[in-house]
């Protein structure tokens, strides 16, 4: 093969990779990296875990027989390495773009993907099922569940090992430890006795260990055994992890193959149990702009490859996070009472700014949501009045506690909801599309939409001044629609909304930021000769009855407009419409919801157009209910 030739080029599979020398993999994996410099530079996306993981991914696939072998990518930000060497390379430059590659691992995409993710701490789970699956089959393919440290924070990976540990199945566990740095003597003696640890030798010599033990009494056998483990523990770490019922190896260097290789074969050939192997990475390895940075490049916009200077779009108004953030971090300067709660996500809930100002009074609990809203709990019921942020996806992950420990017992803990509604790149699994269904069939919980960056101030105000019972605001990802500001915030009345335009045969009732596409179809409508209110209906729990009543009373069609799924906004007013009477009297009402699917990847506004729920779609669905055909009123107007 000709020196020139990049090695990359010949791998299309993992198969082709392991027809590989191992001499050959550094030079593999620094054209791997490139690559993904070069990808990301072109799509944007998540760069610095995928940097951090070349190595591991390409030990992996040389290693394991996959897609046989079973290996899931917890998350899966550090997946674009691993789409590259499964068959994806020709794609991989549509990362996140409308009809490409997910940002994900998405089972759907490809065999090599066995479990989709994008949230996190769920692949041992996943993996501790596929292996009990293998088992019950007779299988004999190996499962490997790579999780990063960030992501072991949540307990739900405990449970799982917990579990595992207990089963006694034959289970991989790779813990990439990207917050920690090895000195190279420590690392080259920690790599020596992971090999060491991990082998077939001193397998053996820990099980006759064992059956020699066994004669002895149980309290001297157990003690035994203790103390073995504890001195292995003590030298090599892991300790917790061996009293799950894990075998633990490293911690070793996830950039040096000559370590990664020996000990994932030795791994790989055991019989029996789980196995946990520490392996320690660099999150932005071999870019430097990217080692630099503070947020070592975690995501990114395309960027210039040379220089790491990311595009910038040039923003008409603050984003709806930075309105969040300032209009808190203001509330808190008049009321020391005022606490903040973000589940591992900082700057993306813009609590950071907040943290800068009141430090002492701002939490980030871990990727732990179902331990952030009990947290928030206990504080409420000190006197605190703790704002939960959390983006509307992850909220879901911790809707028991919102029931059990917040609504049932009325607690006022405030849930700032950022990411409502669709968002674009990251596609259905960061969706915010079922926070309004969930909340606003809970008893005790007030349920707020933000319209624009203004009702947004107007909303943290009123719920800092909510001291009755639980509740909630939820807004979008991006950026307001550029109204003047208020220095602080109005205490909104609870369950009233607005009207912004009178009409007289339409009436469009909005929720949330779906008011400016109201606007604009009112505006069609008028010039298809229809006159059209507009609304804003501010709440979706408690509904303005009031206003309601006014609106199906005075017009031909009612609209109800929401960025939520079914079963949300528009389905609580059918209900109190049916139960006030107001179906009876030949309303035509519709509700206009997202759809009845999980909607791929793709720019904001491209989504809420195949959703319905953009202008044109509402104009449509006025005409509609009326019995209206647009092409014939157009020729009408002057």
Request: hydrophobic fraction near 40%; proline fraction near 4%; charged fraction near 20%.
């Amino acid at each position: 093969m000709p020196l020139s030739t990049p090695l990359l080029d010949t791998v299309t599979v993992p198969a082709d990779l392991r027809r590989l020398e191992e001499g050959q993999l550094r030079q593999l994996a620094d054209e791997l990296r490139a690559e993904t410099i070069s990808a990301v530079s072109v799509t944007g996306g998540h760069l610095g875990a995928g940097l951090g993981v070349v190595e591991l991914t390409v030990a992996l696939h040389y290693v394991f027989d996959t897609p046989v072998d079973r290996l899931i990518w917890d998350v899966g930000h550090q997946a674009y390495p691993h789409k590259s060497l499964t068959g994806r390379r020709d794609r991989i430059r549509t990362l996140r773009q409308g009809g490409g590659l997910s940002g994900f691992t998405k089972r759907t995409e490809s065999d090599y993907d066995p479990f989709g993710a994008a949230h996190s701490s769920t692949s041992i789970s996943a993996g501790l099922g596929m292996a009990v699956a293998r088992d019950l089959s007779g299988g004999r393919n190996n499962v490997v569940a790579v999780i990063g440290d960030g992501a072991m924070s949540a307990g739900m990976a405990y449970e799982a090992m917990n579990n595992a540990g207990a089963m006694h199945s034959r289970l991989i566990v790779i813990l990439n430890d990207n917050d920690m740095s090895i000195a190279p003597p420590t690392g080259a003696m920690s790599a020596y006795l992971a090999r060491l640890g991990s082998g077939r030798t001193y397998l053996k010599l820990r099980d006759f260990g064992k059956q020699l033990t066994k004669r002895l009494p149980k309290s001297v056998d157990r003690a035994i055994t203790r103390a073995v483990e504890h001195a292995r523990g003590y030298v090599t770490g892991g300790t917790l992890f061996e009293e799950l019922g894990f075998y633990y190896v490293g911690p070793i260097d996830g950039h040096n193959l000559d370590h990664l290789l020996p000990v994932l074969k030795n791994v790989r050939d055991m019989t029996h149990g789980p196995v946990l192997v520490h392996v320690v990475t660099q999150k932005g390895k071999g870019y430097p702009p990217a080692e630099a940075a503070a947020d070592k490049y975690h995501g990114v916009n395309a960027f210039d490859v040379v220089t790491g200077a990311q595009a910038k779009p040039k923003a008409n108004a603050p984003s709806y996070t930075r309105v969040f953030a300032d209009a808190l971090t203001r509330e808190a300067e008049r009321d020391e009472k005022i606490v903040a709660i973000t589940a591992a996500m900082p700057s993306g809930t813009g609590l950071d700014v907040f943290a800068k100002a009141h430090p002492a009074r701002c939490f980030d609990v871990g990727i732990a949501e179902q331990h952030a809203v009990t947290f928030a709990a206990g504080l409420a019921c000190e006197g605190y009045k703790p704002f939960c942020a959390i983006y509307s996806t992850f909220l879901q992950r911790g809707y028991d506690q919102v029931v059990h420990d917040v609504a049932i017992q009325n607690l006022p803990v405030r849930f700032a909801i950022d990411r409502a509604g669709l968002v674009g790149a990251d596609g259905a699994t960061h969706a915010g599309s079922f926070d309004i269904a969930n909340l606003a069939c809970l008893p005790n919980m007030v349920v707020m939409a933000a319209a624009d960056e203004a009702e947004l101030v107007h909303m943290v105000a009123t719920a800092a001044a909510h001291d009755s019972g639980p509740i909630a605001f939820r807004y979008p990802r991006g950026e307001g629609v550029g109204l003047e500001m208020p220095q602080r915030g109005d205490i909104l009345e609870i369950g009233k909304g607005r009207i912004l335009v009178e009409g007289a045969r339409v009436a469009l009732l909005s929720l949330g930021t779906r008011l400016a596409e109201c606007l604009k179809a009112a505006e069609d409508l008028k010039a298809l000769g229809l006159s059209a209110t507009v609304a804003d209906a501010r709440f979706a729990k408690p509904i303005d009855r009031d206003l309601l009543r006014r609106l199906a009373q005075s017009h031909d069609v009612l609209i109800t407009i929401e960025e939520g799924s079914t079963g949300g906004f528009g389905a609580l007013c059918l209900t109190a419409l049916a139960e006030d009477g107001l179906l009876d009297r030949g309303l035509r009402v519709r509700t206009m919801t997202l759809p009845d699917l999980f909607l791929d990847h793709d720019k904001p506004e491209r989504l809420y157009a195949r959703a319905g729920l953009d202008a044109k779609a509402i104009v449509g669905k006025a005409l509609e209910a009326l019995g209206k055909d647009e092409a014939a009123l157009r020729p009408r107007i002057a």
